[in-house]
């Protein structure tokens, strides 16, 4: 079932598959990592204008956050001529099936065809790691994995971006090979291009979120299956990517530095933001969410 507003919602959380929380992630050095072309807002003006060493320091310090919070990393190399590889969310969308316990991904069909080639080295990784791999149909033009399909935490429930980078064909897809519930949003906004930069899903009860960057019809979905939803404000959504946060236990929320307001609401409702500084990367449009791809 493909669930577009909140009328047709016919479920209750607690009816839903449970799904394991994945406990291991993967980072891609940032070797090559630069702003070379423009596919986001966010890149205009900023081509040439990455700080290397900066940026490897800031990616460094997430790698060591995540394995000081308990999480085992997995590190794949950067590759020269794909300057955006470092984000690791887009390429791939990770599954464990819960009845069968079968590991896979479905391989993104990246929308800029600047991106295409990161989409092997993915395929790649996974493979090795004992995952099937699940290539689209033709029929389905474009899907950026994470950046646009989000697990519900703890739940075999999918939460499925479009309007700019994923069309809407992939989640009826994904939800024929994966037997899974989609939740489908659409994205209005071009600074918010991917779902993961106006929707962050804390844990089972709770999602961040920056409400102008959908419809009515979203909004109402988000407010109906989450029975707590947070609001970061538009300057630290917009500018800061607030909403790009990664919560990878239901408790610690890794958070660009300096998104003071989303701070103070994440520590009002008992998580734990950590800071973390994603300047460099902010340059190409993307901050913590996209810079990891968490799987089992
Ligand atoms: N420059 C990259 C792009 O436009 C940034 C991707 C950031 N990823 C994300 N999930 N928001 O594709």
Redesign the pocket.
Known sequence: MIYHNASEVDFQLDGVPEMPSPSRVLLTRPDHFDVEYT??PH?EGNIGSVNKEEALEQWKSLRQLYEALGIEASVIPGEEGLP?MV?C??QTLPFIKTVSGERGIVLSRMY?PQ?APEVPFYASFFEEVGYNVHPLPDSVSDFEGM?DALWHPGRFLLWGGHGFRSSIAAYSFLNEILGVRILVLKLKDPDFY?L??CLSVLDEDTALIYPGAFDAEGLDLIRTVFRRVLYAPEDEARSFFAV?AHCPDGHNVIIQAGCDQTISVLRREQFNPIEVRTEEFLK???SV??MKQMFW
Do not use: L, Q
Request: charged share 15%; hydrophobic share 35%.
């Open positions: 596919i986001n890149m955006d984000f969310a887009n800029a991106r950046g991917h993961d930069t790009n190409a449009g993307g969410f996209c």
